[in-house]
């Protein structure tokens, strides 16, 4: 890197990256979004009838790839349907690729 600016910019972007790296780490999240990915939409109880999860623990690990808007809600009913949602957390990986790119001199 060759200024402090271009190393603040790569650091802020890499913090702001590091929520979803962490959701993608865990084997039980990275299933639920494969599960997601073959199926439009599932509700908590759907899930767990692919899954040998318990319902709370489903809904504890969507309530994390929600958070970095991985997954998104929709209430119907009584009843919330997940979806997966890639176009955000994509944009977060583009954004550190591109500063990874244009500030990081790699030896």
Do not use: W
Not at 44 to 60: A, F, G, K, L, Q
């Amino acid at each position: 890197m060759t200024d402090t600016n271009e190393k603040e910019q790569f650091l802020e972007s890499f913090r702001n990256a590091t929520p979803l790296f962490q959701a993608l780490a865990d084997p039980v999240r990275q299933e639920l979004i494969l599960l997601l990915a073959e199926h439009e939409r599932l509700n908590v109880n759907e899930i767990s009838d692919y899954s040998p999860m318990s319902r709370p623990t489903i809904s504890h690990h969507l309530k994390i790839l929600k958070q970095v808007h991985l997954v998104s809600s929709e209430k119907k009913g009584t009843q919330n349907y997940y979806k997966l949602e890639v176009e955000r957390p994509l944009e977060q990986l583009k954004e550190l690729i591109k500063v990874i790119e244009a500030e990081c001199i790699f030896e």
